[in-house]
């Protein structure tokens, strides 16, 4: 294998690396103020009939 190939082929594997890499890195904590609504109001614009809000517990 020739120099050139060798250095592309490297220059992907640490690519790889970085992106497998990065969500370990980087993560982020959640905060209290980052609580997402699950419930489902709208589908496709419309309103879901009968839709009732679900009680979620907050596990620490």
């Known amino acids: 294998m020739d ?6 082929l490297t220059l992907i594997a640490v ?7 990065k969500p370990i890195v980087t993560s982020e904590r959640l905060q209290a103020s980052d609580i997402q609504d699950v419930n489902i109001v709208q589908i496709d614009g419309a309103r ?4 009732t809000p679900i009680s ?3 596990i620490q």
């Open 48 to 51: 879901v009939p009968y839709a």
């Open 15 to 21: 690519a790889l690396w970085g992106l497998l890499l």
């Open 3 to 8: 120099t050139y190939s060798k250095i592309i």
């Open 56 to 58: 979620v517990k907050n």
